[in-house]
């Protein structure tokens, strides 16, 4: 086993992830003809949606914030207090947060399905930073860290203590959620759908209530987790394939599945 799986897992191929929620015939769908309502349409629509995904936590409650053209649902999940942002009125969209303590710095990891190679490297000046070149290192087909290589091995160094089955179930759980950002503060976790419309999801009742579910695990297990000393993880390589940088795996490259041969750049 590489050391890629020792600290990440070994992520199942992205279409083996895609939501087993399928869209069904519900009684009562959510957000059908949603272009179509008015506004006091919309908003009785957002409601009722957040009602609903209320029912699955605990003090649950609603709040019209019509000033801010926001429905909120704020409620606890496993005791983690949380809320989840809809904007009613324009794109439907929705937006989590869970407040939490966490002994780990700045955890920022990327899910973009567009992107599945590093093609673009900045070059340093003024406006780029200046420790190092902005890249990206992949974990995941798709699914990735961004910024300059001290950011970088920071972000890596604080995930180095979890467990690499945690790990394993929230990259996958990114990409059949498609979530676009899933940030790990000190004090909050933050997460932004790669969907805007909520009406484009594929099952958003199962969407957004598993990725809470997520939110709190993460709490829970980032409350507890101490990093591995530094130095443990130098072990970079770059796919003479697919070209995009990430950790050696003995299961191959992570983005085009090729397997890692000699000729492969490392990078220390």
């Known amino acids: 086993m590489g050391i890629f799986n020792k600290i990440f897992g070994t992520p ?35 409601e009722r949606f957040l009602k609903k995904v209320g029912e699955s936590f605990q003090e649950q409650k609603i709040l019209n914030l019509k000033n801010d053209a926001n429905v909120e649902l704020r409620a606890k999940c496993e005791g983690y207090p949380f809320r989840a942002i809809f904007s009613a009125y324009s794109f439907g969209s929705c937006d989590l947060e869970l407040k ?5 710095g700045f ?23 200046k420790d190092g070149n902005s890249c990206r ?23 180095s203590g979890l467990p690499p089955e945690f790990t394993k179930s929230l990259i996958n759980l990114m990409i059949s959620n498609r979530i676009r950002y899933y940030r790990i503060r000190p004090s909050i976790i933050e997460i932004t759908f790669l969907d805007d419309l909520i009406e484009e999801m594929k099952d958003p009742l199962n969407v957004i209530v598993s990725t809470i579910q997520m939110m709190a695990l993460s709490a829970k297990t980032v ?11 130098n072990f970079l390589v770059t796919c003479t394939f697919c070209k995009s940088l ?13 397997p890692f041969e000699k000729q492969n750049k490392v990078e220390k």
Do not use: R
């Not at 087909?141 to 604080?158: A, P, R």
């Not at 409350?223 to 993880?233: E, N, W």
């Not at 990430?246 to 090729?258: H, K, L, P, R």
């Open 12 to 46: 199942e191929n992205e279409n083996k992830n895609e939501n087993k929620t399928v869209n069904k015939e519900k009684e009562q769908p959510w957000f059908k003809d949603w272009w179509m309502k008015n506004d006091e349409g919309k908003w009785e629509e957002s």
């Open 100 to 104: 939490q303590v966490s002994p780990l």
């Open 107 to 129: 955890i920022d990891l990327e899910y973009d399905p567009d992107i599945i190679k590093e093609n673009e490297v900045e070059v340093e000046d003024e406006w780029n930073e």
């Open 137 to 159: 290192l992949f974990l995941a087909k798709s699914v990735f860290i961004e910024g300059s290589k001290s950011d970088i091995d920071e972000t890596v160094h604080q995930m």
């Open 223 to 233: 409350g507890s987790s101490v990093p591995l000393a530094k130095g443990h993880a």
């Open 246 to 258: 990430q950790y050696f795996s003995s299961d191959g490259c992570c983005n085009c599945g090729a």
